[in-house]
């Protein structure tokens, strides 16, 4: 389940509540900073240049796969010039359509 707030959401399991997960502009307002927790710990710099990990957190697997693919396609939707609504509409649709593998 999701919570979201403007721009920053909240990923709930078993119970309990992670995030704020949100996302920036760069300050050079050429890429995009993922945060958590108001700590950075991503970047999407260009088409073909994306960095995050989650790692260090230790949050547990579902949390950070259903916070990437949220991200994720507010990143795309960002870059497709979305308004929020359809951004948002979009990362539910990509976390129905996600393999259960996952």
């Known amino acids: 389940m999701l919570r979201f707030e403007e721009t920053a959401f909240w990923v709930l399991h078993r119970g ?8 920036q502009w760069s300050k050079d307002l050429h890429g995009i900073e993922l945060m958590f927790d108001g700590d950075k710990f991503g970047e999407f710099i260009g088409q073909h240049q994306l960095h995050a990990d989650l790692s260090s957190y230790q949050l547990p697997r579902k949390v950070a796969t259903v916070a990437s693919i949220v991200l994720g396609s507010v990143v795309y939707g960002i870059r497709q010039g979305w308004n929020h609504e359809r951004r948002i509409q979009f990362a539910h649709e990509n976390l129905r359509n996600k393999p259960s593998s996952l």
Do not use: V
């Open 16 to 23: 309990k509540e992670y995030g704020p997960f949100d996302y």
